[in-house]
């Protein structure tokens, strides 16, 4: 019904930057909010950042200042700009959408993940 697909993730030196990209498609009647995940080996996965549907917006205390999240309501696309990469931001990032999809009601959906890996 809702097919959500991640691009962006890599490797990057200390440092460096990446942007994330994450596209919702399907039989969407809105999207509520969109946000990003993560998760490394061994970790429970966390909140990385979110967005509403108005534009607020939430961070986690370890990328506060260094990420900037963002969407694009008429492309039902969300994006994270991460600045300054440390090695400890290596992770599995997942996307997710809070979706109201026509006809079945609103859900949670997630992006299949994208690696991202902090190293010199």
């Known amino acids: 019904q809702v097919q959500l697909v991640e691009s962006g993730g890599g490797l990057v030196q200390p440092g460096g930057s990446l942007r994330l990209s994450c596209a919702a498609s399907?039989?969407?009647?809105?999207?509520?909010?969109m946000g990003w995940y993560r998760q490394a080996p061994g970790v429970q996965r966390e909140l990385v950042a979110r967005?509403?549907?108005?534009?607020?917006?939430d961070y986690a205390a370890s990328v506060k200042g260094r990420f900037t999240i963002s969407r694009d309501n008429a492309k039902n696309t969300v994006y994270l700009q991460m600045n300054s990469l440390k090695p400890e931001d290596t992770a599995v990032y997942y996307c997710y959408a809070d979706v109201h999809v026509y006809r079945t009601g609103r859900n949670d959906y997630w992006g299949q993940g994208t690696q991202v890996t902090v190293s010199s």
């Open positions: 967005t509403t549907s108005g534009g607020s917006t």
């Open positions: 399907g039989s969407i009647f809105g999207i509520y909010d």
